[in-house]
């Protein structure tokens, strides 16, 4: 069948193109997917920050939730009609990385839906390796949010987040609200630090305190909270240069700062504040299968909220001006990607 896909051509310019499926190979899937979430990579390669790794034209997207349609030969425990998501890393099981255990951060990985096709088309070929199954009790536009779910509970992980904890999250988006939503399940108290009153609303309406920069002394608020103690974990969501020094100036004696945004500049840190305090700095990238078996769970009992997070949903050949309007802030979380046939009027 003809089927159409998302493409990032050049910085700033995406178009929809149409391409006929081929059938899936040993060890291989055909997936329908049905919505695809637009995350901060996806922004960063829209503005050409990635260009490096993208190799244009370049279908995108990695954030989704689908159906079999197909399987390749030498499957096993896979049928046409299961609900999965994507785990889009594709590691060489060979590098010194994988060798110890760290698949996820491979020295040559292949992350699908950058280095390779990615999620944003009707018809998706990956391996069967990268499948993760949903119950049938999750209704796929919800299920979109899984991935990015899964990067917030590895981050909060990585920080060793612990009960009764006090967390500071620096960036109000998308994924800092999901790293405070797992935080929080985790027993830990929460402070959410976010310029967009439209972001600090959401949050606020899913039970979380948030507090603007704009309008106050966000280190003096967390002496306040901390009886002079300070935080003890900070989450870097923000990608700003000042959204890295408040998550420095937040942390008490030993605290942690997990670093979760890509930061494409390099940046000044107060490294005496590291000595003072004795401080931590922890990065924190992409996810394994026990962090995505965990997001489905959160995702699937309502721990996350999926729904709350979605402004907006739009057709597959919308999908360009969608980038254009979460670049421009606003008041926009979410914004999902509808790929099915029945919202581009194509019958299989």
């Not at 637009?38 to 989704?64: K, N, Q, W, Y």
């Not at 935080?183 to 948030?210: C, F, K």
Request: hydrophobic letters at 45%.
């Amino acid at each position: 069948m003809t089927t159409l896909a998302v493409r990032y051509t050049a910085a700033r310019t995406l178009d929809t193109a149409s391409a006929e499926s081929s059938p899936p190979g040993p060890g291989e899937v055909e997936l329908a997917p049905a919505y695809v979430g637009i995350c901060g990579t996806d922004l960063h390669i829209f503005h050409g920050d990635m260009d490096a790794r993208v190799s244009a034209p370049a279908v995108i997207g990695h954030e989704m939730s689908g159906r079999i349609v197909r399987v390749g030969p030498d499957v096993e425990g896979w049928q046409a009609g299961d609900a999965v998501t994507v785990m889009p890393l594709r590691c060489d099981d060979t590098c010194p990385a994988c060798r110890a255990g760290h698949q996820h951060v491979c020295q040559r990985l292949d992350f699908i839906g950058i280095d390779s096709p990615g999620a944003m088309q009707q018809r998706w070929t990956v391996p069967a390796s990268t499948l993760i199954r949903l119950p049938d009790s999750l209704s796929l536009d919800r299920a979109a949010l899984v991935e990015p779910t899964a990067v917030a509970v590895h981050d909060v992980g990585r920080a060793g987040v612990r009960d009764g904890e006090k967390v500071v999250v620096v960036g109000g988006g998308p994924v800092g609200v999901l790293i405070a939503l797992v935080a929080r399940a985790a027993g830990a108290e929460i402070r959410v630090v976010e310029l967009s009153a439209h972001r600090r609303l959401l949050a606020e309406e899913l039970g979380l305190t948030t507090w603007d920069p704009s309008a106050t002394n966000v280190a003096e608020r967390v002496r306040q909270w901390t009886g002079d103690a300070g935080a003890d974990v900070a989450f870097e969501v923000s990608g700003a240069a000042a959204g890295m020094d408040t998550a420095v100036e937040v942390l008490g004696v030993r605290g942690r700062l997990c670093l979760v945004a890509i930061h494409p500049q390099y940046r000044e840190v107060n490294l005496h504040r590291f000595f003072w305090r004795e401080l931590t700095l922890i990065g924190a990238r992409l996810y394994d299968r026990s962090d995505f078996e965990q997001a489905v769970a959160l995702v699937a009992d309502g721990t996350i909220p999926a729904e709350r997070l979605i402004s907006k949903v739009v057709p597959l050949a919308e999908a360009p001006s969608a980038f254009e309007a979460l670049e421009a802030g606003g008041n926009v979380m979410k914004i999902l990607v509808d790929c099915t046939d029945d919202a581009q009027g194509v019958a299989v």
